[in-house]
């Protein structure tokens, strides 16, 4: 019985070892993919607020609610990425007798996510779509002096969710 009860101890000694030596491993990477200041994280903050404040003011121009989204991410390819989201009037569309709804802030990501990958505007990227991918338009995405903005929005027609995302970047870069 003691030593049944040594191994089990010796066991749970060596699993919170391996896990604190993992998780020290992931804080690690994840704090070389963060911003590298406070300042980096503010001026974001700012440019994303003042493109969401034009994308909700587009959406309302144009009639429709829904979910607008800006991200940034440095390099040629993401490894991590700063965004912000705001609900313009409405974040889903509720189920009913003839639809299942639609979860406008999963489809806002899923198209920010498509662009990323593909370093085009979602629906456009020319290649078989990858699971998690649905190929809908309303993310666009342009190349920064170090890395790539995209504005994604959904709740209306794919050719308004694009008008809105566009509007969000043009204010981006115009401040730029």
Known sequence: MKAVRKCCIC?????SLTYAASMSAQKSQVSNSSPT??????????TADQALEVMMQQANKQGIKG???IAYFDGEEIQSWQ??????GKRKDPP?????GA???AIAYAKAAEAADTLKPSGSAGRTLMTG?????GSVIRKAKHGYWIAAFSGGKSED???VSNRGLDAILQSH
């Open 133 to 137: 991918e649905y190929g809908w338009s």
């Open 96 to 100: 009913d007798a003839v639809s299942p």
């Open 83 to 88: 965004s912000k989201m705001i609900v313009i």
């Open 67 to 69: 979910v607008a989204l």
């Open 11 to 15: 066991l749970i000694a060596i699993t």
């Open 103 to 105: 979860n406008l802030l």
């Open 161 to 163: 969710d694009v008008n």
């Open 37 to 46: 200041t406070s300042s980096d994280t503010d001026s974001f903050n700012r």
